[in-house]
């Protein structure tokens, strides 16, 4: 295997956020000392857009993860023949997934790059304005808050590695923190980089919206509902984000209000969604599809039914260029957030504001309104998130943290392992991490 030296940002530095080229191998065949890679503001600002770049890898916050997320739950089907998604799309993947390895790798690529930025600016730094440096620090503890996040819903308890790593990557041995420690860690980068991220600004790097927005996601999962509500009205009394007027409007390369964090990408600097999700004959491989569940929940009325039917099946137009593969990914936008109001005002026992919070997406949606209350909250909240974000990567969080894993799994596979709630941690991890072995691993793997 090809050792990865410390300063992964050696790829990064002297390039833009669009500098990271799709199906390419971005090891480094040389390193740039650590403490040369940052000396002034420019270049931390360089080495910022480099660890951004991290987040547009495959098997970071779209392609393969997105796919990955979306069979394992009960909105996507396999229908491609990948064998290992065959095994996520089976609920049964072993610790020797490709899937399960490289999502691992990919997130923790992004975490040692923010490492380094918030390392060497805390140790600081002549050339570095005091501005410069508190704004790139946020920006480091905000991506690295974003990677954990995703990696603790995923696998359980993991590594948490908070500063730059000093010799290859293989040679790393860290155990495995509890899962609360992890939150600890997650919310305290959140809550740091919110005071000194900007109020507005490019949707493609983070903004105290975008902060706040991962912040109420995270209070969510940990059922801390008031927060919830917290961190949402100071998003929405920022006046910034509004829903788009039509749905279909938020699938098209231009910028929209919508958008807490987005990825982008460009005609050299792609991604491969579209190609994924449309059939052979219109340029696609056609590796998911939408599942047949998720096209009968879909109300007959519904304009957020972005599934298109072709002679042999259907497919989601969510993503639409397969030519040059730019469309740009949410990873948080308005309604999200919206939805998660909902559920916490629901949770807390205020049925009228999730109502009221819940038709705001029905009526962009076209549909007629709802009434939240306490028997029937949850299955109209879920299927609303389910209709509304489909094949953007929250499914199979969402039915896991609510209750309803072993109901959908079992419908979906007739049977159900709670143990698989969680993914394996990596054999590749197990293998050469010398803190973290067999017996450290996932129950059932």
């Not at 469309?327 to 308005?334: G, H, P, Q, T």
């Not at 293998?431 to 973290?436: A, E, F, P, T, V």
Request: proline letters at 3%; glycine letters at 6%.
């Amino acid at each position: 295997m090809k050792k990865i030296k410390i300063i992964l940002l050696a790829l990064v530095v002297g390039v833009s956020f669009s500098a990271c080229t799709k199906l390419v191998d971005t090891t480094p065949e040389s390193s740039i000392p650590i403490e040369d890679l940052i000396t002034n503001d420019a270049s931390a600002e360089n080495a910022v857009n480099g660890m951004y770049s991290a987040l547009q890898l495959s098997y970071n916050t779209v392609d393969y993860t997105i796919m990955a997320l979306g069979v394992y739950s009960d909105n996507l089907s396999h229908t491609g023949t990948y064998p290992d998604l065959a095994q996520l799309s089976g609920n049964q993947p072993q610790a020797s997934n490709f899937y399960v390895d490289r999502i691992w790798r990919d997130h923790y690529d992004a975490i040692y790059r923010a490492n380094v930025i918030i390392s060497q600016l805390e140790s600081g730094i002549d050339g570095v304005t005091e501005e410069g440096k508190s704004l790139f620090i946020a920006h480091g503890k905000f991506v690295r808050a974003l990677m954990y996040f995703k990696l603790v819903n995923l696998y359980g308890g993991i590594p948490l590695i908070l500063e730059p790593v000093n010799a290859s990557l293989d040679d790393i041995n860290k155990e495995r923190a509890n899962t609360s420690e992890v939150y600890t860690q997650i919310k305290s980068d959140l809550s740091d980089a919110i005071i000194d991220l900007p109020e507005d600004g490019s949707v493609y790097k983070g903004t105290k919206g975008a902060a706040r927005g991962v912040l109420a996601k995270v209070h969510l999962y940990l059922g801390e509902y008031n927060d919830v509500v917290d961190q949402a009205d100071q998003v929405f009394e920022s006046g910034i984000y509004a829903l788009e007027a039509n749905f279909e409007d938020l699938w098209t390369p231009n910028e929209s209000a919508e958008a807490l964090f987005r990825i982008d990408f460009t005609t050299t600097d792609n991604n491969a969604l579209a190609f994924f999700f449309f059939p052979s004959n219109l340029g696609g491989r056609y590796e998911v599809g939408p599942s047949g569940d998720l096209r009968a929940s879909i109300e007959d009325d519904d304009t957020r039914n972005m599934i298109q039917d072709w002679e042999s099946g259907a497919f989601i137009n969510k993503y639409n260029d397969v030519a040059t593969g730019i469309d740009k990914i949410y990873v948080l936008r308005f309604a999200d957030l919206i939805l998660m109001y909902a559920e916490a005002k629901a949770n807390l026992g205020d049925y009228s504001l999730a109502s009221e919070a819940v038709n705001m997406i029905r009526s962009r949606a076209g549909l007629g309104d709802v009434t939240v209350d306490s028997g029937n909250w949850k299955d109209i909240i879920m299927q609303e998130r389910r209709v509304e974000l489909f094949a953007e990567g929250d499914r199979w969080m969402d039915i896991k943290r609510s209750g309803l894993a072993e109901e959908v799994l079992t419908a979906k596979n007739g049977s159900y392992n709670a143990d698989k709630d969680l993914w394996p941690i990596p054999q590749t991890e197990i293998d050469r991490n010398s803190l973290i072995n067999s017996e450290d691993q996932n129950p059932s793997y």
